[in-house]
């Protein structure tokens, strides 16, 4: 074995102590929200076959699928003309000869598969949530990473509004708790958006519309103006459309204005529900009233929210931080046919997700990680020498079996080094009983982030840690 | 997207949510006491580079890799007379060209690479400990899969042999924990080992003797006696190994009856040490004598126990649940120079491992798993009709506001269907609000397992179930 520096692949990282104690901290109140509202563990291979995967995420995501080389002798079936090039088709030749299977790539995928592979023994509706790593084959850049966990929360089998009215109050309850409390749950329905489409006479066109939207944020009404303008859209259309997207008011509000807006410009109902979305996005409100729900002034009725996956159907959701630089915290929305490619038609579902890694950096930016979430050892035992080592075992033992995470430095050093030990850690107390002590039988105690010291018993240290 | 049949690669597992809770519940009381020991958590990537993972696990190992084919042009280094094969190192040729990165293999070698990355901001001696999935291309079998858990928890940068009675300790609080009580700690040394060898004048073919007495299970005294004998060891050096082997008596008449048996076979003191494996596990034995250890009845010093990690240099240990027929459940030892490899020697280190997969089977045969580790939703409420959905909103904020894990039917349904919602699903109770109960302001709770009904008040609901 040659010596060597050792370093870790590009885009994924070391969660060293503190790190994953905070990461457990947000995991843990995701976790514990959803179990609240009835949603089961679920937890898939990280190896998925690439029939699962290829297709599933468009030709970009095939791109960015991580493939896991066959084992064994990967080459017995590539041949020197399947590394000819001339075609620009080698890899796509060779891939499905030396690969057959891929690392996870989302965690809604594997969840349809498994769906779709235990429908006999499921009970639906089915509710699962899902907290794993996915792995991108993306370019790495400032917080985005090639291997990163979702926290996913679906429900498959049942239409009904409740789910997405309690979407809202679980993305509420996992913000509130995490301290974020300046946030916006941007609302919108893909039913509105197809109205808007065809008040522009665009149907169709969806794609158009949809991709000049999109940016709104960036390049504000006259640079959509522009853009569409260029693809065929005649001026007093664009007026319509910014004249949808800009109703005021609040959610009920902009629902009555945006569907007297869809009766001026003459949009047709949406299919045999009239205007389905609209009325969607009412019962939801409606729902939420009915919880008693108070964080109104978080949600807000966007018109304009698009969401990027080509699946969702029905409601879609967003979260921003609002007093941080950031992307979307939380996405979701409702889908009709998930479960489709896989050979189970109908199974309407709708689910969300939070990005841990964003909710982190929130977390950071506002400094709302509390204190304790950087779970250690509590006490530190010095070591004075190996008698006294002896006599500490016991009291090792007894403050252990009081709950109390608790270590003895392991060999007799000085006091210094055990210090700067117990301080490197973050170990809160260091308990220590010289000659003196141990002739009176007490210990002395010292609170490292006060440095107070107090004499103490063993009952009273136990008492004092606990 | 052509409609496929799903399926999972093979040896790997889809956990749905019963499982999943079973195996958190494992976990829990593992990482519950590797923190009261003062272990800290470390999480490494899935994916390693092949540079820090090939080489470490011997030839077989190597082969065993999962390995990542690089993304984008994985071909462009690959020429045609790499493939061709009359040498039969093709894929050894091919394999640096497009593959770079793996899937770790075990959670050690991972974690000598972090210490060695790492080692100007840790503090040492460093207690870490590691619960995360491996990847091995194994033949997949019952009880072997190629995607599994490791519990590991190390320490470097210490050679106290209290980490080594702490190892004992933890091991018997975990499985004590998990009700397993009729299990044995095997401990050895690698030096008592290397003594043994001395006594047969089999110094320098330690792996000859190793390979035989790793067999004593299988082939007995008789075997083994034939095996040596054709590699060359005489009648009375092989009575001497089975009289030190079969060494009788509690830990310490057999240390002491070793110690006189290396005297009289003419074996030297271990180096400058004297007999140091001896010396060693005496004083393991005698820290846990100072710890109070009450369970040297679960302990035994087992000479022929060997380990196959070639890292091990000092203490080895091994746990087996003695009423299930099933290899070890955890294993682990001393190793000296683990991160020499990476380019820091002489940090010395002990650790060792809990095989989850292996833990479960044992639960599950001795049904030891208590009812309430499938942490389920405690209460559905049943859905009568639309108004008394309405009515029920309030009363699910208030359950889950209590912490009540709970969840309304979504649509008005047959209570028929939503009873057997309920029992598929494993809820404890169904709360009912009919007509006549809201005109009472009751509720009916009525608990699945027992068939009992009660009528209730709101406030006495959240009593029952919280």
Known sequence: MSIQKPSIPKGTRDFGPAVVARRNYIFGIIRRTFEKFGYAPLETPTLEN???????YGDEGDQLLFKVL??????????????????????????????????????????????????????????????????????????????????????????SLLCEAEIVLMMCEVLNALGLTDFTIKINHRGVLRNIYQALGGEGRESDLFVAIDKLDKIGRDGVTTELRERGFSAPVIDTLFELLSVSGDFQEKLERLLAGFVTAGVEADHADGYKGLRELGQVLELLRGFGFEQFGNLEFDPTLARGLSYYTGCIFEI?????????????????????????????????????????????????????AAATTRCLIANFDADNMTAMLPVLRGLRAAGIASELYPEPAKLAKQFKYADGKGVAYVLLQ??????????????????QEQTLTLAQVVAALA
């Open 50 to 56: 690439l029939s699962v995967l290829t297709g599933k």
């Open 70 to 159: 066959n084992s064994g002798d990967f080459l017995k079936d590539v041949t020197a003309d399947d590394l000819t090039n001339e075609d620009g088709k080698a890899t796509r030749r060779v891939l499905p000869k030396v690969a057959e299977k891929g690392l996870r790539y989302d965690l809604t995928v594997p969840f349809a598969r498994y769906v779709v592979m235990n429908r006999g023994t499921l009970v639906f509706p089915f509710k699962r949530y899902q907290i794993q790593p996915v792995w991108r084959a993306d370019r790495p850049q400032r917080g985005r990473y090639r291997e990163f966990y979702q926290c996913d929360a679906d429900v498959v089998g049942t239409d």
């Open 320 to 372: 921003k931080i609002n007093n941080v630089n950031m992307g979307s915290v939380s996405g979701g929305g409702r889908y009709d046919n998930l479960t489709g490619s896989f050979g189970l038609p109908g199974v309407s579902g709708v689910g969300f997700s939070f990005g841990v890694d964003r909710l982190y950096d929130c977390l950071e930016e506002l400094s709302l990680f509390p204190e304790g």
């Open 434 to 451: 010289g000659s003196e002590e141990r002739a009176a039988a007490v210990f002395k105690l010292k609170d490292l982030r006060t440095g």
